[in-house]
């Protein structure tokens, strides 16, 4: 078991930077990899970054653009967004995989099994 709490969303200009932040708690063990998903009204929920055995992950909108990093303790991960464009307006989540609990979404291979409750990134133009 374990939770995920989110921060750092805001609004931003395009062509803006925001990084979000993610604190997971586990009873047993860190999570076996964590990341971020996103969804906006109308759209089908994306996973946008995940970090898992050293390596980053990312959706085809995102590469070059974002940058997923984890601290050395293995259980705050963050999100770094640059050139940011409206279309990255979105409700941005985190994930992880919880060893102990069933894998439910096998985005870039993570086996996510756990989500934070979102916050707001918003992007004029």
């Known amino acids: 078991q374990g939770r995920l709490v989110e921060s750092g969303g805001g609004s931003v200009q395009a062509g803006g930077s925001l990084r979000l932040s993610c604190v997971a708690s586990?009873?047993?063990?860190?999570?076996?990899?964590m990341g971020w998903f996103r969804q906006s009204p109308g759209k089908e929920r994306e996973g946008v970054a995940t970090i898992l055995r050293g390596r980053a992950f990312y959706a085809d909108s995102v590469k070059g653009r974002f940058t997923i990093s984890i601290d050395n303790a293995g259980d705050i991960v963050y999100l770094q967004m640059n050139n940011l464009k409206p279309e990255d307006t979105a409700t941005y989540y985190c994930a992880a995989r919880f060893p102990g609990r069933l894998a439910e979404d096998l985005t870039h291979g993570c086996g996510y099994n756990s989500w934070g409750q979102g916050t707001q990134v918003t992007v004029s133009s």
């Open positions: 586990a009873y047993n063990r860190d999570p076996a990899c």
